[in-house]
């Protein structure tokens, strides 16, 4: 079974421009996380997706950052303007079920960089 | 969520067993106890879980105390690939997302 899948590995990108972060679910996963991870910071969360809903965005940390997965497959995580302070590793994860007793499965990030 | 508290580090001997503690005395009856390590800069990896009985699988046990308040993480036989960051979380039924605190940084030495 594939894992998840994220894309870029990593993205260097000027402040106020524009970044697109792309993760692919395991198939058959209706849940749908993204995390993050900024400098000396400890992993946070930034929202959840059941299908193509937004079931928690609670995370998300300013209207600078928009989450869709339109079709209930893969999700895009885009920034737009980036700041310096967007720097970090952005993580997906997906689970089959959200009920307590299940592990999710992490993706291995994309390190996005904002100079 | 309940709070959980770690060691902020730990040394372990190659080939011996790695013990993690974890307290989280405000734990409430429907969170689980969780456990995830990150290794180096790899995306979090699911380790084990449990409610109130002890549990084990191919990666480790889980020790739950009886009034639930604190938990041990038990690495059987530690190898230098389990050095890593490892993180004990409670979560509830209720929702999905998961709490990361600053975690332990377990280190496999030969």
């Known amino acids: 079974e594939a894992g998840v899948t994220q894309f870029p590995s990593h993205s260097v990108i000027e402040k106020g421009q524009t970044v697109t972060l792309r993760c692919d679910p395991i198939?058959?996963?209706?849940?749908l996380y993204w995390y993050r991870r900024v400098m000396g910071k400890e992993i946070k969360f930034l929202l959840h997706?059941?299908?193509?809903?937004?079931?928690?965005e609670s995370g998300m940390p300013n209207n600078r950052f928009l989450a869709e997965r339109t079709g209930g497959t893969y999700s895009t995580l885009k920034v737009q303007p980036a700041e310096l302070e967007d720097s970090g590793v952005y993580f997906c994860?997906?689970?089959?079920?959200?009920?307590?007793?299940?592990?999710?499965?992490f993706g291995s990030g994309t390190r996005l960089t904002v100079v | 969520d309940a709070k959980t508290t770690q060691p902020p580090s730990m040394d372990c001997a190659e080939g011996r067993a790695a013990n993690l503690p974890c307290n989280h005395s405000t734990i409430s009856g429907n969170e689980y106890v969780y456990w995830y390590r990150q290794i180096h800069s790899q995306g979090p990896q699911y380790i084990i879980h449990g409610l109130k009985n002890n549990e084990t699988n191919e990666m480790a046990s889980l020790i739950i105390t009886e009034d639930r308040k604190s938990s041990t993480l038990i690495l059987p036989h530690a190898t230098l690939r389990d050095t890593a960051v490892y993180y004990c979380?409670?979560?509830?039924?209720?929702?999905?997302?998961?709490?990361f605190g600053q975690g332990t940084t377990l280190q496999v030495k030969p």
């Open positions: 198939s058959g996963h209706d849940n």
């Open positions: 997706f059941v299908k193509e809903s937004k079931q928690d």
């Open positions: 994860a997906s689970s089959q079920d959200q009920r307590a007793g299940h592990g999710y499965t």
């Open positions: 979380i409670a979560r509830s039924s209720n929702t999905g997302k998961l709490i």
